[in-house]
């Protein structure tokens, strides 16, 4: 079963930045639009980004708008979310998952159902 791999995370201070990867073995992220969520303790896990497959369209969460930008590269087949002005309450484990639907688009972030393939995570902790 395919399953996607997140890298990157790492222990911050506020303020600081970090960019998050997305990869896969044995598939092409290409065809597929990528989500981007998070768990933070004692939390249900929220969708933060989506970036669609063909036309690169993206979607955020609002708490992350103009702080987070969800990018992507086709010739290393690798998803992006770079993190910027992070702040404590952006301390979760981050998962990246693929778009279950056909076309490439982007489901809801709300729709958690609709992604698959998801990652065992990457931790991101901001702290002073």
């Known amino acids: 079963q395919v399953q996607l791999v997140e890298s990157g995370g790492g222990l911050v201070q506020p303020g600081e930045s970090l960019r998050l990867s997305c990869t896969a073995s044995g598939l092409r992220l290409d065809n597929y639009a990528i989500g981007w969520f998070r768990q933070a303790p004692g939390k249900g896990r929220e969708g933060v980004s989506c970036?669609?497959?063909?036309?690169?369209?993206?979607s955020y969460e609002d708490s992350v708008k103009g702080r987070f930008t969800i990018s992507r590269d086709y010739v290393k087949g690798t998803v992006y979310l770079q993190m910027n002005s992070l702040k404590p309450e952006d301390t979760a484990l981050y998962y990246c998952?693929?778009?279950?639907?056909?076309?490439?688009?982007?489901?809801?972030?709300?729709?958690?159902?609709?992604?698959?393939?998801w990652g065992q995570g990457t931790q991101v902790t901001v702290s002073p």
């Open positions: 970036i669609n497959s063909a036309d690169r369209r993206t």
């Open positions: 998952a693929r778009g279950g639907g056909g076309g490439g688009w982007c489901p809801s972030l709300n729709n958690q159902a609709d992604f698959r393939s």
